[in-house]
């Protein structure tokens, strides 16, 4: 909520407007009071008044329009700040975070957006609901005393009721926003995996599990509105009993008295007045409540200090590395992935890490990319201790290809270009041949420009791996980590992505992942992995 | 944009009931509240008029009102809400259903993340239509109605009330067209923002490799500032429709002070009821003019669903399906298939017969076809020209579902779900009991894995098996696809991920794991150790037998 608290002086304009708002109301009350008056036999005002109160509404009208705007804009400046506070947050803890890609999305979009409310309407709502009754109970003070103490103790207990049923209403809120993420969750979840539920003919059996969680969201939201709408329900019992005291008040008065009556009128007329903002503040104060709910999950990830890492004052154009008595763990797992891993590597070097899987072969290149932090040991690149960079100045180090390679949404050229943006045209087209991309994609209608949906649908797994290893050629790194880079490549091509990625390893420092180092036909050294034991040989 | 909700309605008909009860409440607790003011207002005029007593008997009847209306007010809401909600989830499961037969083979092109934003804001979003939509507007319009009837001794009067408060009332549907593009534009940038937030983090270790940060964060920022643009044309046309419907409400106060200034005396008592009318009609009103913006979102949103769901399901399904034939000889004839129509076809004139029993291999260079093949025979996508029989019986007179149960098939993409590893496995046979998923893992290979998770089969898989190694969660949706009894299997790369040890000793539990079934296994490349009857090579869209 620190960051809401900052964002708290930009409300002061809807602020005022609101306020202004309320005062041209009250005067066009006093006026229709001033004319039911007339109309009633008093002296009192004509079709002056009439025009005056029709150019008061106009007033109040545009008041509130604008006022409206203002506070929109507020609330737009607010969410911007936070949604991109949150993903740059996101991406800085990187693969390490448990959550999934769904809660991830639904954290920077659904519950950045449910903030909304809490800026734009909640804060200048608070603020209302606070000075415009105060304001207006000062004037009808003027009129009649004893309708001005009604009003400020009937104010008085919209407050109380709202905290009586708004506890409840907080804590249902949180478990509300837990359900909500679980089942945005659940539907991308089963979305991604459709093809799956549909081969085991499981599609409708889904749906219905589907609907039996939605079922239970409905149960937990109805369990937060039931409480929710007790607190407006008391607020229309406030009022009505307001409205009903004063009336009656005022309508024994006027009977025996024949003073002029307008005032006893704007007693009564102004209760609606009086009790709007309060009403305003009924409906944002449970926005706030959810928006608390969103709140108590976003600040975890905003509250961090940033990472203070170092940074790199410059690329090396060599790489030497050592690995010594590394120990990596995962948590909630009984076996550390790496057990004090120890090897040092020659700048221009190439090293393939073999062993079955699950053996930590991925985790060392994770390592590496800054993906993990190792719990003992020392990591050192041309004896700096890596673990002192910032994790991204340690990427700059590296190009990298993962076993499961993303293609974005885009065409294969802006995938290709994700590496480097900077690069020439040239050089863009050297990648994409030196990674085999211009095989295929030189048969596609729209060669590098075709579009490549998220997942990359319409390549297949080998043409995905062939883009990400384009990236790997056109970044240009001292070092270069593959983790299986050639799994999904049948032997043709796989036997021209190893000789391409033969000339990307010449002057470079290497580390390759691969089940099968003599598969790789590279030379180099190799370090067999198990967990338990390394065995060292060379190969080529 | 009628046609739309029009639709939406339908596909809430199921729940008419609990729909009309909530609108039958809103209409009396709108008119509980003119209740409230028309007493106050007769109570006025009789007090002022110095008829003391007929003003306290209409105060004496404010009192039960006074606590009637919170009451009903809370019945509404909750009324209200739980059919809307109720209507809801049936609308989700059915757009998941619909999707489920509309694209069987997976979300493709459309990204998942935009996919997911129609399901959950767009679905949110259909609330509107009830509760922001028809709900205000049965309260307006009941709350008309009583007014022009208890006005109806002065028609003059009727009418200058009447008016401006009808026209607060038909304002929305005169917005409406405009306020629907806004809608439909904020809709897509909201969709446009999902996918910025979504495809970075799908891919974060690749945006984190390319350092790409700071360009992904300019992307969202982009997003969301084209989101806001968006928000910002609805939010003011509702604040104009708002400002509008205030207007007219007061509108009707002023001609109720108008009529009685120019009326006289003898007017009086009708003129003041006629003013607290005119005050009690502004709450219900007051919100009629925005109700035509959120009902134009909610047409924005059911536009969307509506054109997902409707994409066209890639094989239609036959009209009269043939029943499941005896023999499970799979025959291909002459089969021609491209993905894109203006493409040059994957697949040329194609013929390959898999007798029953059979083990076959196919080999193939990446993006030879070999999983187009495997989508034929799935029926995920029909061949342009030729024909594929199973057992003598075309597999286009088949249904899908009956297909499926004879041919099992492991695809590249094949995904964990996040629930535990016994959940995911019995997604292929619900009534297996747990020493069934044990055996199945132990042909995978993998049993020994999952018995060293400190749950077992408890173990969650995470999103896409996330928690597991690559290896791991291959393995185990290998155990999934050989855990049901069909006859034909086919396993498309089964062993990638597989370190070398551990894929040949696979193939080589292969020959008991599929005893008596045909096995059609795609792959790059073979280990030697696959118990196989034949070995073919498809290249250039045909498939010849492969050399040695």
Redesign the interface.
Known sequence: MRQARAQGGRVALPVALGLAATLCQVA?VFL?AR??A????FDGG??GE?AA??AL??LS??L??TQ??AQ??AG?RA??SI??AL??R???L??AD?R???E???L???RVEALDGFFSRWVPAAALAILSPALIIIIVAMADGTSALVLAVMGLMVPVAMALTGIGAAVESRNQMDVLGRL?????????????????????????A??VA??E??LR??RV??VA??S???L??LA??T??YL??R???L??PQSTD?TLA?FC??VV?VFFLPLRNFSLAYHEAMSARGAAAELAPLLEVPPDQGLLLEEIPPRVALVFNEVELRYPGM?KPALARLTFALAPGETLML?????AGK?SVLRLL???ARPVAGRIAINGQDVTRLK??EL??L???V????????GTLRENIL????EASEPEMLRAAEAARVMA?AA???QGLDT?V???G???????AQRV?LA?AFL?DSPLVLLD?PT????????AEVMEAIARLCTGRTVIIAT??AQ?MGLSGRVIELDGQRLVEQHVG | MWADLARILRLWAPRRKALILGLFIGMLSALSGVALLALAGKGVAAGAGGVGLVGVAALVWLRPVVVLRPLLRWWERMASHAGAFQALADTRVWFFSRLAERMPGGIGLRGSGDLLGRVISDVEALDRLYLGGLMPAAAALAVVAAIAILLGAEPGLMALLVLPLGLALILPLMLAPAATRAAQRAAEERGGLRAAAVDPIAGLEDTLAANAEGRALARLTRADANLMAAQRELSLRSAAAGTAGTLLTQLAVLAALGWGLSSGAGGAAMAVLALFLAIAAAEALGLIPRAGALMAGAAASARRLFEAADTRAPVEEPANPAPLPGGNELVLSGVTFGWRPEAAPILENLDFTLHAGERVAILGPSGAGKSSLAALLLKLAAPQSGTITLGGTEIAKLTGSDLRQRIICLSQDARLFDVSIAENLRLAAAEAPDAALWRALAKAGVAEFVRSLPDGLETRCGEGGSRFSGGEARRIALARALLPPAAILILDEPTVGLDAEAERAFMATLATATEGRSLLIITHELTGAEPLDRVLRLAGGRLLPAAG
Do not use: C
């Open positions: 066009f229709i004319l039911l007339t109309i009633l036999g004509g079709f009439l109160a029709g509404a106009l009208a545009s509130g329009m409206e705007i929109q804009a737009e969410r911007a949604r991109a993903f740059a996101l991406l800085e990187g693969p448990p999934g890609v769904g991830k999305a639904t920077l979009v659904d945005s969750g659940r539907f991308v979840d089963r979305l991604r995996g459709l093809s799956t539920l549909v081969q085991f003919n499981r599609a409708q059996d889904e749906a219905r589907l609907g939605a079922g969201f409905r939201t109805m509105l039931r709408f007790l407006s329900a008391a229309e019992l009505g009993f409205l009903g009336a009656w005022h309508g024994i006027l009977a009556p009128l009564i007329l609606p009984d073999v062993g079955p899987s699950g991925s990319m800054g993906f994790p991204a990427r700059r590296s190009a990298y993962g076993q499961r390679s993303h293609l974005f949404g994700l590496a480097r943006p295929f048969h596609l209608p579009q949906g998220e997942g649908f319409g390549l297949s797994g080998g043409q990400a990236r970044r299986e799994a999904s490549l049948d032997p043709g091509t796989e089940h099968s598969l």
